[in-house]
């Protein structure tokens, strides 16, 4: 039970890696708020795993760009559990286009999740998360490649890395901070919309000949939201089966 009686927000924690990174959270002993924008069914079943299993779980519903929505994240997480230990921003999306093809929409939402999402829970966290504290933000392995299509994505990916290490020497307070950069997994966001053949491909650019699967990368998330990762901050760890 390395997480025995932490609060640890997961944002994005509906399903995919978010929904395997608080079920394992949940596991190892941490009391874990589900934040979801638009999948309270999904959010709400993912919490009922964790209490049938004989954890504790909160389902909070807050879109990440919109900062009034965080504040009341993480004051609701405050008033139910009186703390907050660990901040996990996983919530993400990915519009793959060429540049050419990406609309002033395409942009906006991605840079207002992505990168706006995590400024504003950086921005609560500085002053509502407990000292001694965690926060592992989500990157992505393409900020190291040049896929085609991946331009906008992996520049909001980028700027979540520069946040994050600038970050981790302001907030003081014995809180860690690092990112964490997943290659290719197998969750809807990442296999949508894309063929047999170039999963097949992505998935021989490492060394393992496979995706990643969720639990990969909850495992990765585990530690680094255990006190044992405490002297890790300022990092950005790739969890890519040596892709990159």
């Known amino acids: 039970m390395k997480l025995e009686n932490k609060v640890i927000i997961v944002t994005g924690a509906s399903r995919g890696i978010g929904k395997e990174i608080a079920l394992l959270l949940a596991e190892n002993g941490a009391k874990v708020i589900i934040n979801h924008s638009n999948s309270k069914e999904e959010a709400q079943a993912t919490a009922d795993t964790i209490i049938k299993n004989g954890g504790e779980a909160l389902v909070v519903k807050a879109d ?114 690092n990112a964490l950069a997943p290659g290719a997994t197998e969750t809807e966001l990442f296999l949508t919309g894309k063929s047999k053949e170039t999963i097949d491909r992505l998935s021989a650019m490492n060394a393992f000949n496979r995706l990643a699967k969720p639990i990969d990368i909850a495992r990765v998330v585990l530690f680094l939201a255990s006190d044992d990762s405490k002297w890790i901050s300022g990092q950005v760890i790739g969890a890519n089966g040596a892709l990159v």
């Open 64 to 177: 990440v760009s919109q900062r009034n929505e965080v504040t009341q994240l993480f004051d609701k997480a405050i008033e139910v559990y009186g703390k907050i230990d660990v901040l996990v921003n996983n919530a993400g999306i990915m519009v793959c286009k060429k540049i050419k093809d990406n609309t002033q929409e395409d942009f906006s939402r991605q840079f207002d999740v992505n990168v706006r999402g995590i400024f504003n829970t950086l921005q609560e966290a500085d002053s509502k998360l407990a000292d001694n504290g965690n926060i592992i933000n989500f990157s992505s392995s393409t900020v190291k490649l040049m896929f085609p299509t991946y331009a906008l994505y992996s520049a909001s990916k980028a700027a979540v890395e520069q946040m994050t290490r600038v970050f981790s020497k302001e907030i003081g307070r014995g809180i860690s901070v």
